[in-house]
């Protein structure tokens, strides 16, 4: 009796577990895309990181290059 009891336990704890981590991968998913979209935005054609169309002024790109390279951070798993 106390097996199967314990046997539950476990299978529940799995499948809670599996959940957390279609959360997580769907949460991380999400991350990726908008870390992508910032990203693209600071470097495009016209972006304050590649020809500056709109003038922003160097310490507004300096700060915009820190979150630049706190996303390259991110895709090298560095954090």
Do not use: F
């Amino acid at each position: 009796m106390k097996k199967n009891y314990h046997n539950r336990q476990h299978l529940e704890l799995i499948g809670k577990q599996q959940l957390e981590i279609e959360h997580l991968k769907i949460r991380l998913r999400w991350a990726n895309e908008d870390k992508q979209k910032i990203t693209s935005a600071l470097i495009c054609i016209g972006g304050p990181l590649n020809d500056n169309k709109l003038g922003y002024s160097v310490p507004q790109r300096n700060y915009l290059l820190q979150i630049l390279e706190l996303a390259e951070v991110c895709d090298r798993g560095e954090l």
